[in-house]
């Protein structure tokens, strides 16, 4: 499983790059522009005689979560889905972030957002617009304070519905 989007390619064994059409050991089917041959260090461990996908930077992918650096009041953008948004040490005031309404910025299901309010940090409130923020563990509703230190994340489940759920949420 691939997963994330990621882009995979397939080594055909043959140093062609073309991919052998299922059933056969014939090289002739060029798949060129959707997928490229492997080199030797993107390849997961296998024999020479395998003909599977492989992971084309995959580590590179999924170990990676850009980061937004944020010292004012703030409201999430589209461009936030999937990154972490980092209230640095340096700023100790107060900060006022807001989850937009679905109607305004409509998220994908499944987006994660993650936030870290780093050292000494000054206070965030988070609020949502109009639609539901539940905090796990206790299912509450409604805006969280997330006090220094604190990592969190929201994952929105639903059209109108994101969780948080972390450590310095109140």
Known sequence: SIGLGTVATLDSGTGSGNVPLVGTDSATTSLAGLVERSTSAENVTRSADDKYPTVLGVNEIVSKIPQRSVSAADTFVIADAGKHLLHPSADTTARAWVIPANAS???????????????????????????????YPDDSTGSRTITAPAVCTLLKVAATEWIISGVGIS
């Open 105 to 135: 910025v409509a998220y994908e299901i499944g987006t994660a957002i993650t936030i870290v309010n780093q050292d000494s940090g000054g206070v965030i409130t988070l609020s949502i617009t109009s639609d539901e923020l539940r905090w």
